[in-house]
């Protein structure tokens, strides 16, 4: 059948089933409908023009929901693990540190058994870490100074993930530069270690460098291997303060927001991935802190 017939025919299906549509009510759909939406989303570039029954955004959402609950499936609680403390314990924790700041978990630890309280020091401690710091106004116009002053030699590196459509996580790892808020180095892997991270350092921070400072947080993945090859390569590490993501400037604007439609590549590209290029975004005085990939 010649092509033009073919298309007249499509149209004249598609009209047909928007008029049944007006005529309907909402139709429901299953589970098999949802997952075969899902599918044909991640196989079809022009999926969005053929879906009439819902739109586009709702299969979105069905991948967003199908991933937070398998990974809620996968995290659920096993075993009962250990008592919970009291909230007197825990208030008494909290005032013994605003009324002392001096005093670490192992002077808070003494002045609970004193008090008769059974509690170990590794738990009070564990709580004092939880502890909400405040918010000191002098040390962040400091750290805002040091940002500005020293920007063309600032450089920052960090990951963001993005979930697959098997329910698996991807890290995606890059370097920024924070004078032109230029990406440096981008890739990606499924198991980042701290060889693969010195590996990607290695080749986005070449020697000799215009780069003196080097801004990253306190993941675990960022540890004395990583902290390590900086100092040999005369770089000086700069680590953010615990749960401030604002310190990493543009850094954190491009771990803000990832497209849902980047999911494609992840289970194609899962072992091997081919780094990509960031465009748009990144502006100054982006309200949104956006960061789109071309994917």
């Known amino acids: 059948m010649p092509r033009h017939k073919l298309a007249l025919e499509a149209a004249a299906l598609r009209q047909q089933l928007a008029v049944w549509k007006r005529k309907q009510p909402r139709p429901k759909l299953h589970r098999l409908d949802r997952l075969f939406w899902i599918a044909l989303r991640q196989l079809w570039s ?46 008494l924790i909290r005032r013994m540190k605003v009324d002392n700041p001096t005093w670490g978990a192992p002077r808070i630890h003494g002045e609970l058994l004193q008090l008769g309280f059974e509690i170990s020091e590794p738990t009070v401690s564990r709580y004092l870490q939880g502890l909400k710091r405040h918010y000191h106004e002098d040390k962040a116009k400091r750290w805002l100074a040091f940002l500005s002053n020293h920007r063309e030699v600032i450089a920052a590196f960090d990951f963001f993930t993005v979930p697959t459509i098997t ?30 991270i010195v590996q990607q350092l290695r080749e986005a921070l070449p020697l000799p460098g215009r780069y003196q400072y080097v801004v990253f947080d306190r993941d675990a993945k960022f540890g004395g291997d990583v902290f390590g090859f900086l100092k040999t390569s005369g770089l000086t590490p700069v680590r953010t303060s615990v749960r401030s993501p604002w310190q990493k400037d543009y850094a954190s604007h491009c771990t803000s927001w990832v497209p849902c439609g980047t999911t494609w590549f992840a289970r194609l590209r899962l072992d091997s991935f081919t780094p990509c290029a960031f465009r748009g975004g990144l502006l100054p005085g982006c309200s949104n802190r956006e960061s789109f990939l071309s994917l």
């Open 46 to 91: 022009g999926w969005a023009e053929a879906l009439i029954i819902v739109k586009p955004e709702t299969v979105v959402s069905w991948h967003r929901a199908g991933f937070r609950l398998f990974w809620r499936w996968r995290s659920r609680s096993r075993r009962v693990g250990r008592p919970k403390v009291s909230e007197e314990i825990r208030q």
């Open 167 to 196: 329910f698996r996580v991807l890290y995606c790892f890059f370097v920024i530069e924070h004078n032109r808020r230029r990406i440096l180095h981008f890739n990606a892997t499924a198991h980042p270690t701290s060889d693969w």
